[in-house]
């Protein structure tokens, strides 16, 4: 298979998953697993941005096997790669993480 088709094949899944799943946060999870698929992370989080649009709320994290000694209680300012995101409503990524902000 192709690079085109296996991210069809992804987007379908995450497609099925929408409408198969019983609650957000089951189809948000599936769709975070085909992604990880895709592209071999091991690791990521989805957060919901709150009403006031000041701040992340985590929907769940996954730390791919790696220690994290960061509470999931603490909220996540917008700012950095995500403020630059939400300001230009499209992608932004650093490919230098331990640079970003």
């Given at each position: 298979?192709?690079?085109?088709?296996?991210?069809?094949?992804?987007?379908?899944?995450?497609?099925?998953a929408i409408l198969e799943k019983n609650s957000f946060h089951e189809a948000a999870?599936?769709?975070?697993?085909?992604?990880?698929?895709l592209t071999g992370a091991i690791s990521g989080y989805v957060a919901l941005l709150?009403?006031?649009?000041?701040?992340?709320?985590?929907?769940?994290?996954?730390?791919?096997?790696?220690?994290?000694?960061?509470?999931?209680?603490?909220?996540?300012?917008?700012?950095?790669?995500?403020?630059?995101?939400?300001?230009?409503?499209?992608?932004?990524?650093?490919?230098?993480?331990?640079?970003?902000?």
């Amino acid at each position: 298979m192709n690079h085109s088709e296996v991210k069809l094949q992804a987007i379908i899944k995450g497609a099925r998953a929408i409408l198969e799943k019983n609650s957000f946060h089951e189809a948000a999870r599936a769709i975070f697993d085909c992604c990880c698929e895709l592209t071999g992370a091991i690791s990521g989080y989805v957060a919901l941005l709150d009403e006031q649009k000041r701040e992340n709320g985590l929907l769940f994290l996954e730390d791919g096997g790696l220690s994290c000694t960061v509470s999931h209680d603490l909220p996540m300012p917008i700012r950095g790669l995500r403020a630059e995101a939400y300001k230009g409503q499209k992608t932004v990524f650093d490919n230098n993480f331990m640079k970003s902000a």
